[in-house]
Structure formats: structure tokens, C-alpha cells
């Protein structure tokens, strides 16, 4: 008897532990649940409604409405009166003055012949450069400077000024050597339209490297030369120079 009565002790302490962890477990359910509702909810409920956009009113009124006043016309300035020149005074008429008679005439001196001018030889400095010239044609045979003889590759280049100044400024920089006589080297360079020498080169050379190197300098000395005249119509102008 006293058996049974425990064995149903036993059950009913079994069954009040399972329906107390029953319980628990669905309590700890619900708050779970509960919590995750509420984190979903709450921004959104908390959310501060959107503002409603406001909107001003503008009445565009013209303006010839707002009474703008424009501006008056200048007067004009009232012209000046000229004045008439002041009259330069008259001169006062003097009485002629009569000679004294009583003056004794000064004798003129008698102009002096002229003494005849003895001729005097008119000789050149020693030093003096020959002068340059160069035929206005500009041909490979007209053009001169000194021992020297200048050729264009260009037949319609017909300015002999612009030749006599080129020919001017290489003579003054030419200085020979001290070599025989019967010697010559051809030079060859090219005058840009700003006179800039370019392509400066020996194309028939003496033999005697200081007399080439001399014709070089002399023309390198020269550059830049006086821009080419505006009326020939090429960029550039191809010279070759005999210097001897």
C-alpha cells in the first residue's frame, strides 16, 4: 500500500517538473518573440513624420507698375561765345632820321683779289676698301665683292641693293690669309626671309685649310644679314660664294 501511494507521489512530481519546464521554455519564447517585434516596430514608430514642403508665394509685378522713374535728358551746355582776337596795337610812325651833313664818308675797302687755289692731287687712303657693286639682275656672273664673285640659285631675285649690302658685310669680315695668290674655295649657304645664314658649307675647297676656314668665319661673321625684301616671295635664297 505504502508503495503505490509513493509510485503516485513520484508520477505527480514528474508531471508538475514537465509542465514547469513547459512553461518556462514557452516564457522564454513569447519574450523572444516579443523582443524582435518590438526591434522591428519601434523605428517606425519612433519616426518623426516628413515635413510638409512649404511653398512662398511671388506675384511678378512689372515695372513699369512699380513706378521706376527714368532719368531725365541731360541739357545741353549752352556753346561758348569766342571772343574776338585783341587787334595787335599799330606801330608808331617814327620821323625819318636825316643824315649830318656835316659826317665825313667812310671809305669802303677795296675788295681783294682772289688768290688762285693750287691743285692738290686727291689720293685715297692707303687703307681704304675697294667699293662693293652688284648688278640689279642678280646673276651668277654680276655680283662682286672685292677678289670675290657671288652666284644665286634664284634668277628672279632682281633687288642689286639688297646683293651691294650682303657683299658689303662679308667684305668687312673677310680676311685673308697669308697664302699665294691664284687660290679661291667656292662657299655655299642660305639666307633665310629673316636673314638668318643657314646650310653654311664648303663646296669647291682651295686646298689650304686656313684659307677655308677663313671664308667660313667671314660669312658665319655676317649672319644674321638684313631680312630678304617683302616683294620676292620665296622663303629662302641659296648663294654661292668664290672667294679668292
Not at 513699369?64 to 606801330?91: H, I, M, S
Amino acid at each position: 500500500m505504502s508503495a503505490s501511494v509513493s509510485n503516485i507521489l513520484e508520477r505527480r512530481r514528474t508531471e508538475a517538473g514537465r509542465r514547469g519546464l513547459g512553461r518556462a521554455l514557452g516564457l522564454a519564447a513569447f519574450l523572444h518573440v516579443l523582443v524582435v517585434t518590438l526591434a522591428w516596430a519601434l523605428p517606425h514608430l519612433l519616426a518623426a513624420p516628413p515635413k510638409p514642403v512649404e511653398y512662398v508665394a511671388v506675384q511678378i509685378v512689372p515695372a513699369a507698375r512699380l513706378g521706376v522713374e527714368t532719368p531725365k535728358p541731360v541739357p545741353p551746355r549752352p556753346a561758348l561765345e569766342k571772343k574776338p582776337d585783341p587787334k595787335p596795337p599799330e606801330p608808331e610812325s617814327k620821323a625819318p632820321v636825316l643824315p649830318d651833313p656835316k659826317a665825313k664818308k667812310v671809305a669802303k675797302p677795296e675788295p681783294k683779289a682772289a688768290e688762285p687755289e693750287t691743285p692738290t692731287s686727291a689720293s685715297a687712303p692707303a687703307d681704304a676698301k675697294p667699293e662693293v657693286q652688284g648688278r640689279a639682275g642678280g646673276t651668277a656672273a654680276g655680283l662682286s665683292l672685292g677678289a670675290a664673285v657671288a652666284g644665286l640659285d634664284n634668277p628672279n631675285f632682281t633687288y642689286g641693293y639688297y646683293v651691294d649690302q650682303m657683299l658689303a658685310l662679308i667684305s668687312r669680315n673677310w680676311v685673308r690669309p697669308p697664302v699665294g695668290s691664284g687660290i679661291e674655295a667656292t662657299v655655299h649657304y642660305r639666307i633665310q626671309r629673316d636673314g638668318k645664314i643657314t646650310e653654311l658649307r664648303i663646296v669647291s675647297s682651295s686646298g689650304i685649310n686656313s684659307f677655308d676656314l677663313a671664308a667660313l668665319r667671314a660669312v658665319q661673321a655676317s649672319s644674321p644679314l638684313p631680312p630678304l625684301p617683302r616683294g620676292f616671295r620665296d622663303s629662302s635664297l641659296g648663294v654661292n660664294l668664290i672667294v679668292r
